[in-house]
């Protein structure tokens, strides 16, 4: 079976701290994707980045970053410097090869207080 | 630049009443879906379809209905609105169906069921 796990229901912090959004996931599949996406407060999903599981390289976008470790079944999210507009809901979700269905985790409302 | 355009925005109906979300694509996706959203738990999949003429059931099918005439077109019926199908709906496609491309998602239609 497949599970994705975002144990953190709700994170707050202040402008400009960094702030890491964790996501384990489980799956007997030897190759599959890993995704991001963000809900900000006017409700659309947004797609943030995919990962392949034979791909281990991190990954960083300017002040996001994501850090896959397949030794821990983690693909953790790292915002670097919030800002108030990456207040959202943020998902990490997971799709094993040949599988149709993408599995979501509960997702993280992420608050950044100016 | 439409992607995938989901009506109505919000809705609300009467407990038994029916209704159809309409979820279209212009970007030639074979793979469309319905999720709902519900506080706490993520995204769930209700239905999905492959290509024209191909549906099948995710994880939450049961008080809806799907069909696919057309690779564009894919609406979902509630048969009897109940409460418990209070919830935002969305729509997304994928070009592949299985695969790593992630998937675009509709704005979303938030449904009361009075």
């Known amino acids: 079976a497949q599970k994705v796990t975002q144990a953190q229901t709700e994170i707050s912090v202040v402008e400009k701290e960094d702030v890491t959004l964790d996501c384990v996931y489980e799956?007997?599949?030897?190759?599959?994707?890993l995704f991001w996406y963000k809900q900000p407060p006017s409700g659309e999903l947004v797609f943030l980045i995919r990962?392949?599981?034979?791909d281990e390289q991190n990954e960083i976008s300017g002040r996001y970053s994501w850090n896959f470790q397949k030794s821990t079944s983690s693909f953790n999210f790292t915002i670097t410097a919030s800002q108030v507009v990456d207040s959202a809901v943020y998902f990490c979700?997971?799709?094993?090869?040949?599988?149709?269905?993408?599995?979501w985790g509960a997702g993280t409302k992420l608050i950044i207080k100016p | 630049n439409a992607g995938v355009t989901q009506t109505p925005k919000f809705q609300v109906l009467k407990t038994g009443q029916s209704m159809t979300l309409q979820c279209a694509q212009d970007?030639?996706?074979?793979?469309m879906s319905w999720y709902r959203q519900d506080p706490g738990m993520g995204l769930r999949l209700i239905h999905y379809?492959?290509?024209?003429?191909?549906?099948d059931q995710g994880e939450v099918p049961n008080g809806y209905n799907v069909s696919r005439s057309t690779t564009e077109d894919f609406p979902l019926r509630l048969l009897s609105a109940a409460p418990s199908q209070t919830s935002v709906y969305f729509c997304?496609?994928?070009?592949?169906?299985?695969?790593?491309?992630?998937?675009?998602f509709g704005d979303g239609t938030r449904l009361s069921i009075l």
């Open positions: 997304a496609s994928r070009s592949r169906p299985r695969g790593n491309q992630p998937q675009h």
């Open positions: 970007m030639n996706h074979e793979y």
């Open positions: 379809s492959v290509g024209a003429g191909i549906t």
């Open positions: 799956t007997r599949d030897t190759t599959y994707y």
């Open positions: 990962r392949n599981s034979f």
């Open positions: 979700a997971l799709s094993a090869k040949g599988n149709y269905q993408l599995i």
